[in-house]
Nanobody, 130 residues
Framework: LVDLVESGGGSVQAGGSLRLSCAAS????????MGWFRQASGKEREGVAA????????VYADSVKGRFTISQDNAKRTIYLQMNRLKPEDTAMYYC???????????????????????WGQGTQVTVSS
């Protein structure tokens, strides 16, 4: 059973930085794509970034391009989200997701939808104050 465990959330002032981590307990598939979503209070969950474990294809939402960086450590089955120049509108619960079959979307330059991911973490809260 694949478990995803996020860490690194917290509270920060606008303009500050946070780094999120997400580790997969195991991965019994040959391919792996992982991504980050966020859900602000009263809003729908939205994709933030995604990365393909083989080749390193990366996709970002327009709202975070130039501020957020997704990266990975394949040996640890872990991805990271470095968030810089944070804004109050970045405040949300951040979720990690993973799937073995969604990688074609990432390679093609598209952020996978929420319903395309099989595995989800429990979420970590990010709060940015003005």
């Amino acid at each position: 059973l694949v478990d995803l465990v996020e860490s690194g959330g917290g509270s920060v002032q606008a303009g500050g930085s946070l780094r999120l981590s997400c580790a997969a307990s195991e991965w019994p598939y040959s391919s792996r794509c992982m991504g980050w979503f966020r859900q602000a209070s009263g809003k729908e969950r939205e994709g933030v970034a995604a990365i393909y474990s083989s080749g390193g294809s990366i996709v970002y939402a327009d709202s975070v391009k130039g501020r957020f960086t997704i990266s990975q450590d394949n040996a640890k089955r872990t991805i990271y989200l470095q968030m810089n120049r944070l804004k109050p509108e970045d405040t949300a619960m951040y979720y990690c997701a993973a799937d073995p079959y969604v990688c074609s979307a990432v390679v093609g330059g598209r952020l996978p939808r929420e319903d395309e991911y099989t595995y989800w973490g429990q979420g970590t809260q990010v709060t940015v104050s003005s």
